[in-house]
T-cell receptor, first 114, second 113 residues
Framework: AQSVSQHNHHVILSEAASLELGCNYSYGGTVNLFWYVQYPGQHLQLLLKYFSGDPLVKGIKGFEAEFIKSKFSFNLRKPSVQWSDTAEYFCAVNARFGNEKLTFGTGTRLTIIP | DGGITQSPKYLFRKEGQNVTLSCEQNLNHDAMYWYRQDPGQGLRLIYYSQIVNDFQKGDIAEGYSVSREKKESFPLTVTSAQKNPTAFYLC????????????FGPGTRLTVT
């Protein structure tokens, strides 16, 4: 079965700082990888996704993530954060050839200080 | 306006009572899911259903039950057997074969005392 680890539980940054949130997964086969975001008071929504091809994927609002297969990682990055990026971020993995389950990490709470 | 509706937003129950959480979607999605969200534990899958009249246990199904009699509805019952029922419950749906593109509802916060 797949599993996901997010080691940063709470990250606090000032506006304009650069962001990198860690995500590592464990699974013996091929995976699809995702980042979801939950803004305060809003529904959880898909931020970006990786299936195959270019390991650097771009999502909404200037976020990007890089898949490094050798490290089983899919870290989320943004060069310059804004106060509106304050949210909880979840990494998720899905076995590409297997069950219909999406496995989520424990989440990282990001607080941006104006 | 397409989406997922969960009601109520807040629910309070006494210990020992069963309680049913509602989830309705008008996205015409085949698959539906129930997650439990606890601080520091992320989202954990309780049950999921890929088609009407069929559902599978997720990672933490004990103490919960579901039904899928209609495509648009996937109610979750939290039974008295669930040891720690107080949590935030999220319902989601997706197209068949696209479990990664899940659309989430607003959630129901259940408090059991």
């Amino acid at each position: 079965a797949q599993s996901v680890s997010q080691h940063n539980h709470h990250v606090i940054l000032s506006e304009a700082a650069s962001l990198e949130l860690g995500c590592n997964y464990s699974y013996g086969g091929t995976v699809n990888l995702f980042w979801y975001v939950q803004y305060p008071g809003q529904h959880l929504q898909l931020l970006l996704k990786y299936f195959s091809g270019d390991p650097l994927v771009k999502g909404i609002k200037g976020f990007e993530a890089e898949f490094i297969k050798s490290k089983f990682s899919f870290n989320l990055r943004k060069p310059s954060v804004q106060w509106s990026d304050t949210a909880e971020y979840f990494c998720a993995v899905n076995a590409r050839f297997g069950n219909e389950k999406l496995t989520f990490g424990t989440g990282t709470r990001l607080t941006i200080i104006p | 306006d397409g989406g997922i509706t969960q009601s109520p937003k807040y629910l309070f129950r006494k210990e020992g009572q069963n309680v049913t959480l509602s989830c309705e979607q008008n996205l015409n999605h085949d698959a539906m899911y129930w997650y439990r969200q606890d601080p520091g534990q992320g989202l954990r899958l309780i049950y999921y259903s890929q088609i009407v009249n069929d559902f599978q246990k997720g990672d933490i199904a004990e103490g919960y039950s579901v039904s899928r009699e209609k495509k648009e509805s996937f109610p979750l019952t939290v039974t008295s057997a669930q040891k720690n029922p107080t949590a935030f419950y999220l319902c989601a749906s997706s197209l068949q074969g696209k479990p990664y593109e899940q659309y989430f509802g607003p959630g129901t916060r259940l408090t059991v005392t």
